[in-house]
């Protein structure tokens, strides 16, 4: 266990101090000011964080000056750096599990297997995706020259990680962007930091002891005013947030003043359609999963349900049953799905939203809080909800699974676009006629058939509207940390 994470094993009152990871080193924060960090269990203070303002920004801006070495690494150096990085998660995952658990509460089984191996995949394809970095092949357009097409890093990123999954989120944004030959800053959410300054210290590791520059990665921990330093800075070429739509704007906005280019991957309001002669009990089991994983704080989570008026009524008693007997609980506690709530501001809106529902809705499972500490919310199930309700047109990123009854595709698909999200649907249904043409329907960045929240490392993730643009995860990821150059040649 590393110092600056000292007590993260042991349940004790003493109170944790997080620095920022500049350049290869732990450092506090410049003026000395820092951020309590709260264990979403107990809602008590377990940590401090740096609180990191302009001095700070600017410390890790010139450490990632690196670039300028970074760059002109070779395709193998990079991947070789990220094989290495995926060893050493590998190989450290129970002391990475245990400081995601304590900053977010989610159970301790579910992060190893659904957190930690996918990370090391991830990594692991960045690593190989390093090796094809490639511009189009040489030609002649015009008489007596040709034109050669070179792909190349764009130069320092600034990266902005939301809290959900804090440690993954990390790797889905700074894997692609070393491999492609760029640097980064990275700023962790301010109530989730822990994992992402051990995650770097990892790197820095790695990378000391392949002799490469310690700057290709820093942290700066702090809150919203850290990221828009870092995203006005004049030294990042590229701005990137994983967050909600009112932080992407403020990002895009901020980036706008010197036309910094920015990728956003951004809030969700998934429509899971499910057809007459859709297997119930398959989509209730997966609707279920999807739906509540990790608190239903999943910008694809399977939150607004459509289903079609001939079994609308079997599948909402069906998912109601299900989600009563989804257990929500403490990080080692037998048979959890999902832990509490991020903060005690997330609770109050999840609670909110329910608290909100027109007379028209009825609350079929759950609709409250679960225990006085920490912030837990039950399992939830609300039917009876029409197209304009407040619920169905805004993301409530907790374990609240709502359902419409629909009459035929056409309304189903008019529904399911009608929201100003567009990153992932799903469509539950045996016709595969018809499973292709919802797919082609489907205003979304991705659509499942028959299956809901699956990701994988080679497919890319990401949306269109409100849900932002540009892509993680897959050789699209990768490329849009890259710039294209035309080079012309007399022969």
Not at 13 to 42: C, H, M, W
Not at 64 to 74: E, P, Q
Not at 477 to 486: C, L, M, P, S, V
Request: include cysteine; glycine fraction near 10%; charged fraction near 20%.
């Amino acid at each position: 266990m590393i110092p600056e994470l000292r007590g993260a094993q042991n349940v004790v009152s003493e109170i944790q101090v997080l620095r920022n990871y500049i350049d290869g080193a732990f450092v506090d924060a410049k003026d000395g000011r820092t951020l309590p960090v709260l264990d979403p269990t107990t809602g008590e203070v377990y940590a401090n964080s740096p609180l990191s303002g302009p001095a700070d920004v600017d410390a890790a801006m010139a450490a990632a000056a690196a670039f300028v070495v970074w760059r002109d690494s070779t395709p193998g150096i990079r991947q070789r750096l990220l094989l290495k990085i995926a060893d050493a998660v590998e190989a450290r995952a129970e002391e990475l599990v245990e400081t995601e658990c304590r900053d977010t509460g989610k159970p301790r089984a579910v992060t190893r297997s659904e957190e930690i191996v996918p990370m090391v995949d991830q990594l692991r394809f960045f690593a190989g995706a390093a090796r094809l970095l490639e511009g189009k092949a040489a030609g002649e357009y015009a008489e007596g020259l040709t034109s050669v097409i070179r792909r190349e890093p764009i130069g320092v990123c600034a990266q902005v990680a939301p809290w959900n999954y804090p440690m993954m989120t990390a790797v889905w944004k700074f894997a692609p962007a070393i491999a492609a030959g760029n640097t980064v800053v990275l700023k962790p959410s301010d109530t989730t930091p822990a994992s992402t300054v051990l995650l770097a210290s990892i790197v820095g590791e790695v990378l000391t002891k392949l002799d490469l520059p310690a700057g290709v990665l820093n942290v700066v921990c702090g809150d919203r005013n850290t990221g828009q330093l870092m995203v006005e800075h004049a030294v990042p070429a590229l701005a990137a947030i994983t967050g909600s739509v009112r932080a992407g704007i403020q990002v895009a906005q901020s980036a706008a003043k010197d036309v910094k280019r920015v990728h956003l991957e951004l809030g969700g309001k998934a429509p899971v359609v499910v057809f007459e002669d859709a297997d119930i009990v398959q989509a209730v089991e997966g609707i279920t999963t999807a739906g509540f994983f990790n608190a239903g704080q999943d910008c694809t989570a399977a939150a607004r349900v459509l289903v079609h008026e001939d079994v609308h009524d079997e599948f909402v008693a069906e998912l109601a049953k299900a989600a009563t007997g989804v257990k929500t609980g403490g990080v080692d506690e037998e048979g959890v799905l999902f832990g509490p709530l991020n903060n005690a501001t997330q609770l109050a809106q999840v609670g909110g939203f329910v608290d909100r529902l027109p007379s028209h809705a009825t609350v079929e499972a759950g609709g409250h809080r679960v225990g006085g500490r920490g912030y837990f919310y039950a399992p939830t199930v609300v039917s009876g909800l029409r197209q304009d309700d407040e619920i169905i047109q805004n993301e409530v990123f907790g374990p609240v699974v709502t359902v419409q009854s629909f009459a035929d595709e056409d309304q189903a698909v008019e529904w399911a676009n009608g929201v100003d999200y567009a990153l992932a649907s799903s469509v539950w249904t045996k016709d595969h006629a018809r499973a292709m043409r919802m797919s082609k329907r489907l205003d979304f960045g991705c659509v499942w058939i028959n299956t809901h929240m699956v990701l994988v490392a080679e497919m890319p993730h990401g949306g269109y509207k409100k849900s932002g643009y540009g892509k993680d995860l897959s050789a699209y990821g990768f490329e849009d940390y890259t710039r294209i150059k035309h080079v012309m040649t007399s022969l």
